[in-house]
């Protein structure tokens, strides 16, 4: 092949069409492979070998070891909770039917800074696991009975400050936890029906929720008003006082559903646009509707759509969208991640329970074509650069 390529050059000036036919065809095999390679090789069907394989996970929690804490629905059996050992690997029941039959009372299953879970079962309570124990955390009557939706927690060094978004009759609240103490619910939503609740900094919390306004006062129809998403800004300083909402942002259609935290970041998620908050001053909306988001092992918030959908997005600083093979096939129910995955659980379009897993590692990697183009670009490369160099050596040490 040297030889072949040293001929080429010595006659350039005869060859001069057969260089741009070559470079005309290199051109239009590299367009076709990139087109080839236009979408994003990640995401596909995962093999279920797990304990929730054929139920439908409701809610789940994965461990910073891999392992997690599931909720599992099946039409003949019914729901049942349960934690993997995170050292064996065996499945241990927290609920089922068979036992203690309070799966459907399970109200949120969350991860806390310091990897335990925590879920609510009956009012005044949170549950939590952590490695193989569970600890009741059963909260006193005296300033009134409340369901628990959610919590969130804020380490420092002073302690961990937790704060709780309570079900108070028709209405939603939050409640700081002093010691084992809640404090009285906040005076004054604001109209407001509270999703969620997440620490952001010391004495400041976040809040997700929904604004009904007057019917037909936003000029949406009388008989039926539109809820309009609400990012809401709580003051709390872990003491007995009781919180107080500091600022409310409205924002235009669809629901703020779930947060993420992403490189200095908290990524919200909605269904018609979403927000990357940098601050209480600074807020971005970005335009990438989702159904959940997750932050992956890098950092990496994954935008999952609806069912159908045929892009993801994903930030990292930058919101990236990534076109997909094949549609989403998933109607969501739980998201997660795991190592080099993100899962998501719920059901294809015929109902039946499925998992479908994003390979964050993927895309850029040799098993992906634009991967293997890369290497092939490298490989070929270094051969013809090689030869003109061996050629011009050659050249180079030849008497004159």
Do not use: C
């Not at 079962?121 to 628990?148: A, R, S």
């Not at 939503?189 to 919390?205: F, I, R």
Request: cysteine-free; overall charge negative.
């Amino acid at each position: 092949m040297a030889d072949g390529w040293r001929r080429l050059l010595e006659e350039e000036s005869e060859h001069q069409w057969l260089s741009m036919a070559a470079f005309l065809v290199f051109v239009l095999l590299g367009a076709f492979a990139i087109g080839a390679t236009e979408h994003f090789v990640g995401a596909g069907l995962v093999d279920e070998g797990a304990a929730h394989a054929g139920g439908l996970v409701v809610d789940i929690a994965y461990h910073d070891d891999g392992a997690y804490t599931a909720l599992v629905y099946s039409p003949e059996a019914g729901y049942h909770l349960f934690t993997e050992d995170r050292v064996t690997g065996e499945v241990i029941s927290v609920y089922s039917p068979q036992t203690d039959d309070r799966g459907a009372d399970v109200r949120f299953l969350k991860t806390m800074p310091n990897d335990e879970v925590l879920f609510s079962v009956k009012n005044n309570q949170v549950v939590g696991i952590l490695g193989n124990t569970m600890v009741t955390y059963e909260y006193p009557t005296t300033n009134g009975n409340f369901g628990v939706l959610d919590v969130a927690e804020h380490e420092s060094t002073g302690g961990t400050q937790r704060l709780l978004l309570t079900q108070e009759g028709a209405n939603t609240s939050v409640r700081g936890v002093v010691g084992m103490n809640p404090t009285h619910a906040m005076s004054t939503s604001l109209g407001v029906q509270w999703h969620a609740v997440e620490a952001y900094s010391e004495g400041l919390w976040m809040a997700l929720g929904s604004h009904h306004s007057t019917a037909g006062a936003d000029g949406s129809s009388p008989a039926t008003p539109q809820a309009r998403p609400v990012l809401g800004w709580i003051a709390w300083d872990g003491t007995n006082t009781t919180p107080v909402v500091q600022k409310v942002q409205t924002y235009d259609g669809g629901v703020f559903h779930s947060l993420a935290p992403s490189n200095g970041a908290i990524i919200i998620g909605g269904t018609t646009q979403s927000l990357a908050v940098h601050s209480a001053e600074r807020v971005e909306v970005l335009d990438a509707p989702s159904s959940h988001v997750v932050r992956d092992s890098d950092g990496t918030v994954w935008f999952i759509g609806a069912l159908g959908d045929s892009t993801v997005h994903s930030y990292d600083g930058v919101l990236s969208t990534h076109v997909l093979g094949r549609p989403v096939p998933v109607d969501q129910s739980a998201v997660g991640s795991s190592g080099d995955f993100v899962y998501v659980h719920g059901v294809d379009e015929e109902g039946e329970p499925i998992q479908w897993g994003i390979d964050i590692q993927a895309n850029g990697s040799i098993e992906s074509g634009r991967g293997f183009l890369n290497l092939l670009y490298l490989l070929v490369g270094a051969v013809v650069l090689g030869t003109m160099l061996r050629y011009a050596w050659v050249e180079l040490r030849r008497p004159t």
